[in-house]
């Protein structure tokens, strides 16, 4: 069972994996399976984005709609 990343762990990783492709010494296969699991994190970084976005949306929408019965 795998335990899901917060997006500060992933974002770490990510600039890890950034560090070692920027070095340029890594062998062939190894920047090959950094640059997948990078890729790999960009998707779920960009998925919890989006669904951040959303709850906050929902939260401002929210906050509007009870801002306006309280008058």
């Known amino acids: 069972m795998s335990e ?7 974002m770490a990783r990510l600039n890890e994996l950034v ?4 070095r340029n010494d890594t062998p062939l296969d190894e ?5 997948e699991e990078g890729l790999k994190l960009v998707q ?3 998925k919890k984005l989006k669904g951040y976005e959303k709850k906050v949306d929902a939260l ?3 906050s509007e709609d ?3 019965t309280i008058q």
Do not use: D, P, R, V
């Open 60 to 62: 401002m929408k929210a």
């Open 66 to 68: 009870n801002a306006g």
């Open 4 to 10: 899901e990343k917060t997006f500060e762990a992933s």
């Open 44 to 46: 779920e970084l960009e």
């Open 31 to 35: 920047t090959i399976a950094c640059f």
């Open 19 to 22: 560090a070692l492709l920027e």
